[in-house]
Nanobody, 121 residues
Framework: QVQLVESGGGLVQPGGSLRLSCAAS????????MGWYRQAPGKERELVAR???????NLVDSVKGRFTISRDNAKNTVYLQMNSLKPEDTAVYYC???????????????WGQGTQVTVSS
């Protein structure tokens, strides 16, 4: 099994910052992409940011210049630094990784349980 454990969500005022962390553990051979998605009430889950093992990143336009994604490959951990937060960033944030466990011949998607981020005054 591959487990993803997220931390760092919470309530913050507009303009504030939060840092999300997600650690992958379990029977992992290798991890390719890691990333963050979010889902606001009444909306579909959307990609926020992804980072591949080589370090190349991809961020959705609405968070460019405010959010930064990074990764510690030795710890199988991905981070999302969120600055200048806006009320429209309010959502449940989900960690995702594309990983190959020992017991499988192929890569699959794995998800964390989600962490709530609320931006409100």
């Amino acid at each position: 099994q591959v487990q993803l454990v997220e931390s760092g969500g919470g309530l913050v005022q507009p303009g504030g910052s939060l840092r999300l962390s997600c650690a992958a553990s379990g029977s992992i051979v290798s991890i390719n992409d890691m990333g963050w998605y979010r889902q606001a009430p009444g909306k579909e889950r959307e990609l926020v940011a992804r980072i591949i093992s080589g370090g190349r990143t991809n961020l959705v336009d609405s968070v460019k210049g405010r959010f930064t994604i990074s990764r510690d490959n030795a710890k199988n951990t991905v981070y999302l630094q969120m600055n200048s937060l806006k009320p429209e960033d309010t959502a449940v944030y989900y960690c995702n990784c594309y990983a190959k466990p020992y017991y499988s011949a192929s890569y699959s998607d794995y998800w964390g349980q989600g962490t709530q981020v609320t931006v409100s005054s």
